[in-house]
């Protein structure tokens, strides 16, 4: 089955400290991207990835790294997270083929910073 | 920038009416406008694109309208269901392949 496996799906932490959240598709798509899902805000952006080794911002990327060593892989990092990072995250891949597609989403992970 | 904005903010409709969320981009280099759909505790799932040579496009019991003129398109669902009930989100994309969220539609269907 064609999807985009995020994990965890639910997680609490502590300020500052360090995590990952990983995010994997089956369908060798090459662009890969973050989103958080705020209420009233929508999906906004946090980073993107166009294939392996090439990331870019998007509109919301304080806080946040990323990483693509690997095609199906895109994992997303706080290094130090904080309370403002309380959201609804969302990994997505779609394909760059000729023609635009839509993307394939993840289940989503909800973060929760105290 | 592209902005895009979606009305109306939640709707309610009885089963078996029909229910139409509108929205407007401002951008008009956009030529790519997809629809998805998230359920309580799922990602968002595409359930119909439109691109800006077309004017309309159906696939069952929902449709797609584009009036690239005006720049706004619109979901139409029809006979709606209790599984229509959800949160619908349109894009607008340009040729930069930058997809630009509109900030949602919470659809109910009442029975």
């Known amino acids: 089955e064609a999807q985009v496996t995020q994990n965890p799906r639910y997680l609490i932490t502590v300020t500052g400290k360090k995590l990952t959240v990983t995010c994997s598709q089956n369908?060798?798509?090459?662009?890969m991207s973050w989103y958080r899902q705020d209420p009233g805000l929508g999906l906004r952006q946090i980073y993107y990835?166009?294939?392996?080794?090439?990331?870019d911002k998007g509109d919301v990327p304080e806080g946040y790294k990323v990483s693509r060593k690997e095609k199906r892989n895109f994992p997303l990092i706080l290094e130090s997270p904080s309370p403002n990072q309380t959201s609804l995250y969302f990994c997505?891949?779609?394909?760059?083929?000729?023609?635009?597609?839509?993307?394939?989403f993840g289940s989503g992970t909800r973060l929760t910073v105290v | 920038g592209e902005n895009v904005e979606q009305h109306p903010s939640t709707l309610s409709v009885q089963e078996g009416d029909s229910a139409v969320i509108k929205c407007t981009y401002s951008d008009s280099a956009s030529n790519y406008f997809p629809w998805y759909k998230q359920e309580l505790g799922k990602g968002p799932q595409l359930i119909i694109d439109?691109?800006?040579?077309?004017g309309e496009k159906k696939d069952q019991r929902i449709a797609v309208t584009l009036n690239k003129t005006a720049k706004h398109f619109s979901l139409h669902i029809t006979e709606t269901q209790p599984e229509d009930s959800a949160v619908y989100f349109c894009a607008a994309v340009n040729y930069g392949q930058n997809f630009v969220f509109g900030p949602g539609t919470r659809l109910s269907v009442l029975p």
């Open positions: 369908m060798n798509h090459e662009y």
């Open positions: 990835s166009m294939n392996v080794e090439v990331t």
């Open positions: 997505a891949s779609r394909t760059l083929s000729v023609g635009l597609y839509g993307y394939t």
């Open positions: 439109i691109r800006s040579n077309v």
